[in-house]
């Protein structure tokens, strides 16, 4: 394959969704900065976002009571300093985006002053959640990618897939191997320090909210390049996707703010059933509520629940959640006059590279942040509309960081042929190859959906071990081979395993993950699981260690 010489920038980031585009604002002002983004630089989570983004601005709440709800949802592994700092810069940085352009729903109060229209989602125990109608994701990442693109130190790169990050003789991360998709060239990128926000996994399981783009690739190249990994086994299913309906393999969020405003949660048949399961019913947090609906499915035999919004206003929907009650209507659903039928999907991931308060990994010149980066926020459960938050304030704290690095002293790369943490030669891609990697991806989402998805056991997570295993044999066809669709499939298995690995460590029940063999919560137990290279991922169970 053909290979261009190596470009340098000041900055590299990684992704252009909130903690990308967010640090390539800030980081801008101490020097040059290039973002790489694998697609059209609008296609990420962030872009998706309905709910909102967390943060204590009402007069009644604080960054105290924040930070109560915040380390409540995380069941005793939230870090406690981590969730402060998050609670306490977030105010100000949701006020930052605001008068950047970004444009939150507002109105004016009685006083004439203008403030924040602030919705409530399950967990928190105020009125918190700032947004944009209900495309708040939206709002952000087109008012964020305004701002990067006034700024003259900011070059961003479409089209560009990250296939492996750089290191030199000293193990420091030096950049990153890129392939320019329009050339079909690996170009090397040097910084003097580089960012992953390159979001999270959810097409490792077969429903998922999440677009395309989320196949785990900056988890995947980070631990391959050696940085601790951890609590991977936390996945959040979203409760209410829409069913029978996919937009371009992802299933249509509906938002959790829809329960919030009083739509109730049904059988088939009718019958309410959240009261059985949690005194909150149908506001009951997000794991209990994905827990009942994919209880009652089983027992039931059915493939979907309801969501019954019908006694609610209709204008009030039509106001409050325009997106969701327009896309419905387009699948044939008047949601102010029939419930929406709704499955568990897929959602979020609270693990991944492990970073400090600076957003700094365990690589030196690497940075993490957003739905990549574990920073001890959620701890075993995320509380709704606060990832935004955290990928807001980490990227912050990461630009306020890397304005102090002196550059990098030159100095040999680790792989001298390809520059890569692993050596990266790669064969030109062929059908049979893409057509292996199609059949791999497939299965490997079956097998995340049925045996590490929302009720695990051991047996299912031994299985899921196993299985992946022999995909892995497979992967070997397709492994080096330079297609994207190729690449991802190969980020993909390993955060799958990733994911598994941690599961079977973790024998107890403890906020996302909920193991049937293991009921409760157990505190030898409570702490995070890590992987490092040192410590792989194949190795057995350990209770106590
Ligand atoms: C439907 C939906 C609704 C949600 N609602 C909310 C909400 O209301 N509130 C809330 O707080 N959170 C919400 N979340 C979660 C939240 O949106 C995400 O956690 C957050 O946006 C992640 O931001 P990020 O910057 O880390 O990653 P993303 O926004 O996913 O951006 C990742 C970027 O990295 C790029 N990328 C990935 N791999 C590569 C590669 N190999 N090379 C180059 N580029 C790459 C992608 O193309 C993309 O640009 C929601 C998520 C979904 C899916």
Not at 63 to 69: F, L, Y
Not at 341 to 358: D, K
Not at 369 to 385: D, I, K, M, Q, Y
Not at 412 to 436: C, I, K, Q, Y
């Amino acid at each position: 394959m053909s290979q261009s010489e190596a470009s340098r920038f000041d900055y590299l980031v990684i992704g252009s969704g909130i903690a990308g585009l967010w640090f390539a604002y800030k980081a801008s002002r101490h020097g040059s900065v290039l973002v790489i983004t694998k697609k059209e630089d609008t296609e990420s989570n962030t872009n998706y976002a309905q709910g909102g983004i967390a943060a204590a601005v009402a007069e009644n709440d604080s960054a105290a009571i924040h930070r109560e709800d915040t380390a409540r949802a995380g069941q005793g592994l939230a870090d406690p300093e981590i969730v402060r700092l998050v609670t306490e810069a977030g105010p100000g940085l949701v006020r930052e985006l605001f008068d950047l352009g970004v444009k939150f729903t507002v109105y004016v109060d009685a006083q004439g002053q203008q403030r924040f229209d602030l919705g409530r989602e399950g967990g928190h125990h105020r009125r918190r959640i700032i947004h944009a109608q209900d495309f708040t994701g939206y709002e952000i990442e087109r008012g964020l990618l305004k701002a990067v693109h006034s700024q003259p130190g900011v070059t961003i790169s479409e089209e560009h897939f990250a296939l492996d990050l750089v290191l030199d003789q000293d193990e420091r991360c030096q950049g990153v191997r890129v392939l320019n998709k329009e050339t079909g060239r690996v170009e090397t990128v040097r910084a003097k320090a580089t960012m992953l926000g390159t979001g999270g996994i959810g097409q490792a399981y077969l429903h998922t909210t999440n677009p395309l783009i989320a196949t785990g690739d900056g988890i995947a190249m980070g631990e391959r390049a050696g940085v601790r990994v951890a609590n991977m086994e936390f996945i959040q299913f979203h409760p209410t996707s829409l069913y029978g309906h996919s937009l371009e393999g992802r299933a249509f969020l509906i938002s959790e703010a829809v329960r919030g405003e009083g739509a109730i949660l049904r059988a088939k048949d009718g019958s309410t059933f959240m009261e059985r399961y949690h005194p909150d019913a149908s506001l009951a947090p997000r794991d209990a509520v994905a827990r009942a609906i994919d209880s009652e499915m089983k027992k039931r035999g059915d493939n979907y629940v309801l969501l019954d919004a019908t006694h609610l206003d209709p204008e009030r929907i039509r106001e409050r959640f325009p997106n969701i009650y327009n896309r419905c209507l387009g699948f044939g659903i008047d949601i102010t006059k029939r419930p929406i039928p709704v499955v568990p999907a897929a959602h979020y991931v609270c693990g991944g590279l492990a970073i400090n308060s600076w957003a700094e990994t365990s690589v030196e010149r690497l940075f993490a942040a957003g739905e990549c980066a574990c920073s001890g926020l959620h701890g075993a459960n995320r509380l709704a509309s606060n990832s935004l938050l955290e990928a807001l304030v980490l990227a912050d704290r990461a630009a306020q960081r890397v304005g102090g690095l002196e550059p990098l002293p030159a100095r040999s790369l680790r792989d001298p042929e390809s520059g890569a943490a692993v050596s990266t030669a790669f064969d030109p891609p062929d059908e049979s190859s893409e057509a292996v990697a199609a059949e791999v991806r497939n299965e490997l989402r079956r097998i995340m959906w049925d045996y590490a998805g929302i009720v695990r056991n051991d047996s299912g997570l031994t299985k899921a071990w196993e299985s992946l295993a022999e995909l892995e044999e497979r992967a070997g066809r397709f492994s080096r081979h330079l297609s994207v669709f190729c690449q991802e499939t190969s980020n993909l298995l390993a955060v799958a395993q990733l994911v598994v690995a941690c599961a079977r460590r973790r024998l107890e029940s403890r906020g996302l993950h909920y193991n049937e063999d293991y009921p409760h919560k157990d505190d030898r137990f409570k702490k995070n699981t890590e992987i490092s290279r040192e410590e792989p991922a194949a190795a057995k169970p350990d209770p106590t260690g």
